[in-house]
């Protein structure tokens, strides 16, 4: 079951319920093994990223529980092991549970890591930051060693705002029980929610969603609950899913100032937008037009995550558009294949230059990375005849059944062999 089907020219109608995001859930489920404790997470998604660090938790002997969307982490019964390299390949997330392992037990091993191929991904930052700390850093031809007896609080600047640095270094310094502030930290909403979690452990957290977060850690951790917030990319992907095959959709359980960066780009192509109680409404109610320039960057300028769902929508807009990629230099894997679907996209350097067509046309395509392959979902569902697309199983490491809450909503998709 590793490929959808896709009939497009069916608009999209109804409503659609937004799921927690995976990207704030996975920093905040490695985080549950700083508080020796129970923590217990809300409306945590049902992906596949998430399920591999559920099982890294376990092989770190942390007795986990998942009830719906609750997930119970007891790490009262923690072992001190070094994460399997098969594990650590599964999802590049998995980097993340260096700070917690460094706060926890003072030692940390970070084999090589999987995720997206979107770029290099270094982990500098992270390293730097853990240094500042008080941690020895040694490379080996497997993977980096982190140790540190006492972490100690320190002043840490980011010479980029790296979310995944960010959240490695508030979770590192959670357990220290002087004030480490970091500057040029990241400022996304995911951030904020991770800060959520260790307050609730028992850390004082300052300025979060700010550029400079201050991190006075606890010496006597408690048990922790927190509820993961919902996911704007997720919320992103069905925008453009509208945006692409027409229709009136209600998006519900997000406020729309999650994604503002995004929708204003949407509003400013043409689509229509208005607040409702539990979410927003997104219409198109004529033809899109182009824009001559959008570019990604940190929260909160344009999501890096929106950008190849973007690029879809802007292929059958009216005129050329243009789409600069700050974060990562390698994303833009999407484009050639819109192009088998008939889009007109062209690649200069970090840039994509968007002549838009009147309609693509169903194509096979295969999925490169996970938002590469949302990004040719949506383009499927506003293409004439029928789309297939392949190696979904990135699809579903941030998806939870995204072609079955499409045909919810109207589209003609089905997942097949
Ligand atoms: C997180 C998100 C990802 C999103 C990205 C940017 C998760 C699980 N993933 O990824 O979906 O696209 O934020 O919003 O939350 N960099 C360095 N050195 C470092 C760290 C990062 O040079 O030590 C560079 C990266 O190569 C990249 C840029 O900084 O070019 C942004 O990376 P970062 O913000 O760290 O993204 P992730 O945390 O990996």
């Known amino acids: 079951m590793n490929r959808y089907k896709i009939e497009g020219g069916y608009p999209l109608r109804g409503k ?15 985080a549950t093994i700083i508080n020796g404790r129970k923590s217990i997470i809300h409306n945590c998604p049902d992906l596949s990223d998430i399920t591999s660090i559920i099982e890294i938790l376990k092989y770190l002997g942390c007795k986990v529980e998942r ?4 997930v119970t982490v007891d790490s009262s019964t923690f072992i001190s092991r070094t994460i399997p390299h098969f594990a650590m390949k599964q999802t590049r997330s998995s980097t993340i549970f260096a700070g917690a392992l460094l706060a926890r037990n003072g030692y ?29 850093i040694t490379f080996q031809p497997d993977g980096i060693v982190c140790r540190a007896k006492h972490l100690r609080a320190c002043r840490i600047e980011l010479d980029f705002p790296s979310v995944g640095a960010t959240e490695n270094l508030m979770i590192a310094s959670s357990l220290t029980p002087a004030t480490t502030i970091i500057t040029n930290a990241a400022m996304e909403p995911e951030i904020v929610n991770l800060a959520q979690y260790l307050r609730s452990v028992g850390a004082h957290i300052k300025g979060d969603g700010t550029s400079e977060i201050h991190i006075k850690g606890t010496l006597s951790p408690k048990d922790a609950e927190v509820t993961v917030i919902p996911d704007r990319i997720v919320a992103s992907t069905y925008a453009s899913a509208v945006a692409s095959a027409g229709g009136s959709v ?13 929708l204003a780009v949407m509003r400013r192509m043409g689509m229509s937008i208005n607040c409702t109680k539990n979410g927003f409404t997104i219409c198109k109610n004529s033809g899109l037009v182009n824009l ?55 690649v200069r350097g970090r840039t994509a230059l968007i002549r ?4 693509l046309k169903g194509a096979n395509v295969d999925a490169c990375d996970l938002r590469c392959g949302a990004a040719l979902t949506v383009a499927a569902l506003g293409a004439g005849g029928t789309t297939y697309i392949s190696n979904t199983h990135y699809i579903d490491r941030g998806y939870e059944n995204l072609v079955s809450e499409l045909a919810k909503i109207g589209a003609k998709a089905e997942r097949i062999d």
């Open 16 to 30: 659609t319920e937004v799921c927690g995001a995976k990207n704030a859930a996975l920093p905040i489920l490695a």
């Open 67 to 70: 009830r719906g969307k609750d």
């Open 108 to 136: 940390a091993f970070i084999p090589g890591s999987g995720g997206c191929h979107i770029g290099a991904r270094p982990i500098d930052l992270h390293l730097k930051g853990f240094k500042a700390l008080g941690a020895d």
């Open 250 to 262: 209600e998006i519900c359980g997000i406020s729309p100032g999650l994604l503002s960066p995004f």
């Open 292 to 346: 001559p320039y959008v570019c990604t960057g940190p929260y909160p300028l344009f999501p890096t995550d929106c950008q190849p769902m973007l690029v879809a929508a802007m292929t059958t807009a009216y005129g050329f558009g243009a789409v600069r990629e700050k974060i990562f230099e390698n994303r833009f894997g999407h484009c050639s294949r819109l192009n088998d679907m008939g889009a007109n996209v062209t």
């Open 356 to 359: 838009g067509v009147p309609k």
